[in-house]
């Protein structure tokens, strides 16, 4: 039998569950790109990493690379910060995106629930996260991604769920998914934590869960362990890679280290009924090196996901 085989036969069970969650949210989200009908992912690169760039230079700087899909910052001071971006470059990025064909898959935000002052300031960048969003692709609006800030789990679980529900509400008024990324020294690191809040609240179909291994890596959480619990929630991945220096965790472009089998990766999720972006994201700690290029490290990545998507035989769209 081939190792292709095994692997659909390993997640049959897990496919079933995993798409009925995933059509779940796309029916309530309107993204078409997890339809059934669609047989290929989707390959992206989050300005995240081009921090220099205005954002239509980036969009056809990757255009140009070849990728297919683009996740904007919108962060807080970047860019495309969602509460300085005027109407004409909105109009600018839309039409750029159109014209270049790239899928526009999700917004890159940054807060945190746990405190009123967070929460009233997350209320607020989110809903203009969301409002933009569909301003960019009114057809198929991207979700909205972010992390939850520092803490502890345990003792802050209770409170998470209960803002997370206000998040719901607004992922519901606004017809936009939000979803949350499990974070390496975050309050929430890793699946079974982000699964905990899902299911207390009902499992929402707008409230997703964003998978990253790099953070779950020399953590005893193995690869296809963290796929298998992530799966029925995940509607975006962030892909880069990390290695260990002493004693310390240190990020890296996806491919550079081989720690993480991308196309193990990219074939588990695809078999088990993931049809979303694998998206490159680029650490802090790499654009934030001395002599960083933007642009050739988005060409790295193309190269070394591109070689993956090919080891892993899933198709991207043509």
């Given at each position: 039998m081939s190792r292709r085989n095994v692997i659909g036969g390993c997640t049959c069970a897990l496919m079933t569950g995993g798409m009925n969650a995933m059509l779940r949210a796309n029916k309530a989200s309107g993204q078409e790109r997890l339809s059934p009908s669609i047989r290929t992912c989707t390959l992206g690169f989050s300005t995240y990493g081009m921090p220099s760039l205005r954002?239509?230079?980036?969009?056809d700087v990757l255009a140009k690379i070849g990728f297919d899909s683009v996740e904007l910052a919108v962060r807080e001071g970047w860019d495309a910060d969602s509460a300085e971006l005027s109407e004409a470059r909105k109009k600018a990025i839309r039409v750029r995106l159109e014209e270049h064909s790239l899928r526009l898959t999700s917004l890159m935000e940054h807060v945190s629930p746990l405190s009123d002052k967070q929460q009233a300031f997350a209320l607020e960048r989110l809903k203009l996260a969301t409002e933009l969003a569909h301003e960019l692709a009114p057809s198929t609006p991207p979700l909205v991604q972010t992390v939850l800030g520092g803490g502890d789990f345990e003792s802050s679980k209770n409170l998470l769920r209960d803002?997370?529900?206000?998040?719901?509400?607004?992922?519901?008024?606004?017809?936009?998914?939000?979803?949350?990324?499990?974070?390496?020294?975050?309050?929430?690191?890793?699946?079974?934590?982000?699964?905990?809040?899902?299911?207390?609240?009902?499992?929402p179909d707008r409230l997703r869960m964003v998978f990253d291994y790099s953070h779950y890596a020399f953590r005893d959480l193995p690869l296809i362990e963290t796929i298998e619990t992530s799966l029925p929630?995940?509607?975006h991945v962030a892909v880069k890679d990390v290695k260990r220096v002493d004693d310390r965790v240190v990020f890296e472009l996806p491919g550079e280290t081989r720690n993480i089998d991308f196309a193990d990766l990219i074939s588990r999720l695809h078999g088990g009924g993931y049809r979303g972006d694998i998206n490159c994201e680029v650490s802090s700690m790499v654009s934030k090196r001395a002599g960083y290029d933007a642009v050739a490290a988005a060409r790295t990545c193309y190269r070394n996901l591109s070689t993956a998507f090919e080891r892993s035989g899933v198709e991207r769209p043509s």
């Open positions: 954002s239509e230079t980036a969009i803002r997370l529900g206000r998040w719901v509400r607004l992922a519901d008024e606004t017809q936009t998914a939000i979803a949350i990324k499990p974070h390496r020294g975050g309050v929430v690191s890793q699946p079974a934590e982000a699964v905990w809040l899902f299911e207390q609240l009902g499992a929630y995940v509607a």
